[in-house]
């Protein structure tokens, strides 16, 4: 086994924390044992408690971070023995933490190839700039050939799942415990203090600081019971017309019966599959957090049986480029005690 020292935790993590995660969470801890394995945990003060009472999008998270982990370590040359600890579900570790993996550094690892994209990878909320016949082509030749990729495009698929995607995304946001979950995790001033570590800031959103005061208030108040009421709750949610310039939507999913965990490293791989090709993405994960949607787009689409639909992401090329938005790598890192 490859000793890994303390140092060298903290910059492996922040790598693999270049990983995503639900509402920019960022809940994947990483600490040693006395053995000198690595263990992954996750902050449980991180989980959306209304939007994720199962802790199933905290599992995928931590599986995407994971999923960077092993990379990061590859790239050094270091292979990976991995144990997926989710079903076990430890919360005697330590207190506010779940003990979600345990790696073994150990051997020689090849540099993953997808590694050369994780720079380049990132959310983008706004419209789509068009992509060339070539690409186009060559997303959906890639989705093809992939075992939980489902690829949708053309003028009428997208407009369903638009139309879908506006639907679900009301129902959801009429909940006003979850609007108040999701304003808590939005950082709509750059005066928030941590506007540039995790959340989803003004330039997550696309939105300007007019438009950010805006949207808090509302989103943050009856008003958004009152706009509904008076028909206007589609308005404030609806991102029909972006849908319509993505190149195409692609729909992850994978087996049911797959942890969390596993399903975040695959799809952290996804994302990374159709980064090559320039493109950016946005999850439409009303799509895949809603019953009836999620089983209206299964049988519409004919995904494989047997698998569950984990999100649908419009993918297209973006007019630019955006930073992440991360914390320091000093505080991924916990150690096995209180201090």
Known sequence: MKRIDAAALADLAGLANLAPSVHNTQPARWALDDEGRILLVADLS???QIGDPSGRDLGLSCGAALEGMVMALAARGTGTVVEDLWNDNILSWRHGYRLVARLIPDGEAIVPQLGDWIEKRFTWRGPFAPASPETAAAVERWAAEAGDVTH????DDLSFIATLNDQASLSIMRDRAFRDELVAWMRLSPAHPAYRFDGLNLEALRMGPFEGAVAGRVLGSPLFELADRIGLGKTLVTEA??????????????PAQETPVASGRAFYRFWLGFTRFGLAAWPMAALADTDRTADILTKRFMLPAGHRLINVLRVGPAPSTLPKFRLPPAELVV?????
Do not use: I, V, Y
């Not at 949708?152 to 003028?155: D, F, I, R, V």
């Not at 017309?241 to 994978?254: G, N, S």
């Open 46 to 48: 991180r989980q959306l």
């Open 152 to 155: 949708a495009c053309g003028h």
């Open 241 to 254: 017309a972006k849908t319509m310039t993505a190149t195409a939507c692609l729909f992850f999913h994978r």
């Open 335 to 339: 150690s096995l005690k209180p201090d």
